[in-house]
């Protein structure tokens, strides 16, 4: 079987304007984003913000079975056509992770068709420690880890989060100010899958976690497409030799 072929997207913005960010990812938060999956033996490519059509050609979205995407002050400037097409691609089986402030981006609002809110805390230079439970150990995109695993430095989002009911529930946050947050869900769109994982504010080293890693790489298996009958619309005769 060939490798499946993923696309890691990233804004790039605050990689060029902020030191403490540049610190923690001199080559860029996609770099080590797309660092984590070759060594799972992917076949990655990476896009940014401001590559002409942002990197994603419709060559480049035709030869992507799975898109990350990181975004954060910069959501307004993403083309509307491109999100068109992505939006296109999901539909046809392309498979999208949306990672931590991808929440507001506008792909990830157009396919749960809601808000995006939620409530979040930046506490102080440390953030604070988050605890993700697994609440769904059958699910792929569990396989490996243990009960729980923690990250001692992160910012924190808070429930409500503007979200429709997830199709499967795979994490639940708890930060140390005791908030709790679904900070893993799926869900699917007509072919594609979609999955949300919430951490990695671009001021901590989050991507360069063992187990940050090992979601994001069994997400980028569970939501490969899977060539499934194509949702179209046609007329379909009457199967005469039935009545
Ligand atoms: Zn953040």
Redesign the pocket.
Known sequence: MSAIRVTVWNEGRHEKKNKAVQSVYPNGIHEVIAEGLRAEGFAVRMATLDEPEHGLTDAVLAETDVLTWWG?MAHGDVDDAIVEKVHQRVLEGMGLIVL??GHFSKIFKRLMGTSGNLM?R?HGTAGEKERLWVTNPAHPIAAGLETYFELPNE?MYGEPFGIPEPDSLVFVSWFAGGEVFRSGACWYRDQGKVFYFRP???TFPTYYDANVRRVIANAVRWAAPTNGPRVIVANRPVPLENI
Do not use: F, P, T
């Open positions: 954060h931590h402030s979040w930046e910012e990695g504010h671009e």
